[in-house]
């Protein structure tokens, strides 16, 4: 049988909050998470005490009551909440931190009644301690709880004070948003980086774009492709590197024996760089440098059989720069 009001009918229907859950589902695209990514971050005190802090933002958490398919509770958390972390004995403890919503309305839950149901409260931030130390997800100890997980910490032995490096953070985002272009570049002109001094050059010089990063962007994925490099004279050792804005990649190393003859060869290089806050919504030039090492004495071209492809992915995620 139908829910019989569907959002939204007018007149006098009453809407079930189980339809308004639903609507709330929809938008969040069936995921739970924090909205932002900065949001809910779990820090430590600039004092390390025997609490922690959540810092504020907006969340998505999903129905798991008994029967609450296609539900949704939509949580903000206006003001940095404090919650405290008990001191550590003899042993070890790892504790999780959690954003928790304790609905005693809704069908099977057992939530004792708030003092006054019209502001409740509803949602809290819980401690859940003694987990195990390699937990990762609250639905890993309390799988029934309309919950998300923000951080674990981990405390050592004879511990009262925590500090930032024993949270965890755990966030993931309701809705991660991506840019992805693709960029081309074929050499007009043959250019050459000849066996010379073991410095690193801005080889090849036409591989260089200029690119927009996202206000919202906290990682970046970047993958070149050098179809066609071509290598001459003797054997070839190099290494290659991505440099976006300040940002310097790893090491690709070229290690060609082939001698003295006249070949081609395709090299890949890959990083994911963590996008740091004051790069973001400004314009950051993306291109290469290459090292030609005097261990050997090859020289390296592009030209026009040489095809330089950068496939450039924004990605946000939760925020780990300090904030």
Known sequence: MWDTVPWFTEGQAEHSSEVARLLAYAAFGGGQGVIGSADLAVRALSSPAAQVQVRPGACAILNRATGATYQAYAGRLPSADTVNIAGTGSSARTDLIVARVENPYSYGETWPLPSDPTVGPYIFTRVIPGVPSTTTDVRQVRPNDSAITLARVTLPPGTSSVTQSMIKDLRSMVISRRD?????MFPD????LAYQDNQ???WPGI???DID??????????MITLAGLRMTR??????MQTKFGSLLGQDTVIDDDQGTGTRRSTIVLADNYAVPSAMR??????????YMSRAET?????????????DVEFVEKPDSEEL
């Open 207 to 209: 591989a260089n774009w």
């Open 234 to 239: 003797d054997n070839v050792f190099a290494h």
């Open 200 to 202: 690193w050059r801005n």
């Open 189 to 192: 002109t043959p250019s050459t």
């Open 180 to 184: 992805r272009v693709l960029y081309t």
């Open 281 to 290: 919504g400004t314009t950051q030039r993306l291109s290469l440098q290459t």
């Open 298 to 310: 090859g020289d390296l071209h592009v030209d026009g059989g040489t095809s330089i492809i950068a």
């Open 213 to 222: 990063v996202p206000e919202w962007a906290t990682r970046v994925k970047i």
